[in-house]
């Protein structure tokens, strides 16, 4: 039912006597209420019973009344309430910053602080990497002289004995005493170097594949080596190149067998190599008959290494000679081609000449040396000369050759005398027009160092020569 038809029909139709009994009628509800029941007389003798009743009547459709318009009225509150839906916020107009100007980037001098900078990144890098290279090597170093292998010690420093910048590795970590102990356990012996000429025939038929220049390339390996051996059918052929009259600087290989004409060669003798400069030998030096250098008085352990009229290997010590002994000994014996190189007496681990005298080798205590690039020279009974490089120092992993394995393929191609020449960084072999040996030394890898003397070989059809 409609609550609005509700209130209407129980609106009371006369209420006019309630304003005019309206005390009498409220005294009269009150004692119904305290459960006491009126009397009929104490009703206003205005109001009848049948009067009394509708007005009670009218006062409950009142109430009524009244309580179905409240409800409706907090009906239509609540349904006020219902929000409705909630209009979206105008969105705030976004304000765009103003970019930022950029900094324009101003090109730095090249010649000036560009330049710098790349100089000091890269002098960084540099320096970082060797004291890296520095402090790996001496780990390894302190591990190889402290560890538990004898013979690795031993090895390793007279390797660095024989060297000219790398002795400091042996001083570095072991007393002058624990030296000498560790060279004489790998000493060589004294040896008497009186050639027996006859043992050398350099008139019979020489056996082998020589090409049309009379020469022979061999590949030669060892346990830590690897070697080129060049054979030279005629010694005649085999001579001393020089860039005489001395200057500062000397010629490499190569340049030497271009200005002499030759098809290919070996490093000589003993000179100044600081600096790489290698402007002029030490000791004697012989070319062509013509002493070029006679300064043996000095030299602790000189030999003089070379060939005579004869096309014999001559390995003679000039030991204390002085340069008027020399003259007579050149003079007399005919010697045409020779050098100097030492078999130091003060370190015999250091530096040594004979290897083989009259088909004898030289009697070693332990190899005899330490490890390192060597030029051979050697002479067989048929008279061919035998010209061999080794390598050494880190090239292809190899440490080099010992004196003991030089004396084993000088042996093993028949060299009855043999002796051994300057080695390290100067070992090289050219041979028609390539280096089939080079120096270790990385800058120098695809050449030599520079050199005042060498051992050359000029062609069998005689071109060529001093």
Request: proline share 4%; aromatic share 6%; net charge negative.
């Amino acid at each position: 039912m409609d609550e609005n038809k509700l209130i209407q029909e129980n609106e009371p139709k006369d209420l006019s006597f309630t304003a005019i009994y309206g005390s009498q009628f409220r005294d009269y509800q009150e004692k119904v209420q305290e459960g006491e029941e009126p009397a009929a007389k104490t009703l206003p003798s205005s109001i009848s019973e049948e009067d009394m009743q509708a007005l009670q009547r009218s006062k409950e459709q009142v109430l009524i009344g009244r309580t179905a318009k409240r409800k409706l009225e907090e009906e239509q509150r609540r349904k006020s309430r219902v929000r409705a839906p909630k209009e979206p916020k105008p969105e705030k107009p976004v304000r765009e910053k103003a970019p930022k100007p950029k900094k324009e980037r101003t090109e730095e001098p090249v010649g000036k602080l560009g330049a710098g900078r790349i100089v000091g990144r890269v002098l960084t890098v540099v320096l970082t990497t060797v004291l890296a290279v520095v402090l790996a090597l001496v780990v390894i170093v302190a591990s190889i002289i402290h560890g538990p292998s004898e013979s690795a010690r031993d090895t390793f420093v007279t390797t660095v004995l024989e060297s000219g910048n790398l002795k400091f590795l042996a001083t570095m970590f072991l007393s002058e005493d624990e030296i000498n102990e560790i060279v004489s356990r790998t000493s060589m012996g004294e040896m008497e170097t009186d050639i027996d000429e006859g043992m050398i025939a350099t008139d019979t038929p020489v056996e082998g594949n020589f090409d049309e220049h009379g020469v022979e390339i061999v590949q030669v390996n060892g346990r830590s080596f690897f070697g080129t051996l060049m054979i030279v059918a005629d010694p005649s052929q085999v001579f001393v190149g020089t860039t005489y009259p001395w200057g500062e600087y000397g010629k490499e290989l190569g340049q030497l067998c271009d200005m002499h004409q030759a098809v290919g060669g070996v490093n000589g003798g003993l000179y100044a190599a600081d600096m790489n400069k290698g402007g002029r030998p030490y000791g004697v030096c012989v070319s062509n008959g013509e002493i070029l250098l006679n300064d043996p008085s000095g030299w602790t352990g000189l030999y003089m290494i070379g060939l005579d009229s004869k096309n014999i290997l001559r390995i003679e010590s000039i030991s204390g000679w002085t340069p008027n002994q020399f003259k007579s000994f050149v003079e007399e014996q005919g010697i045409r081609d020779a050098v100097a190189f030492q078999d130091e007496a003060s370190d015999s681990n250091n530096h040594f000449v004979p290897l083989i005298i009259n088909g004898e080798a030289r009697q070693l205590n332990g190899a005899g040396s330490g490890a390192n690039p060597r030029t051979v020279i050697g002479q067989r009974a048929d008279g061919a000369i035998l010209l061999l490089v080794t390598d050494g120092r880190g090239a292809s992993g190899h440490l080099g050759a010992t004196a003991q394995d030089l004396i084993n393929v000088m042996q093993q191609y028949g060299a009855v005398n043999a002796a051994n020449l300057d080695g390290g960084s100067s070992s090289s072999l050219y041979y028609d027009g390539e280096y089939l040996m080079t120096s270790v030394t990385l800058y120098y890898a695809n050449s030599s160092w520079r050199l005042p003397t060498s051992f050359l070989v000029k062609s069998a059809a005689g071109e060529g020569g001093n």
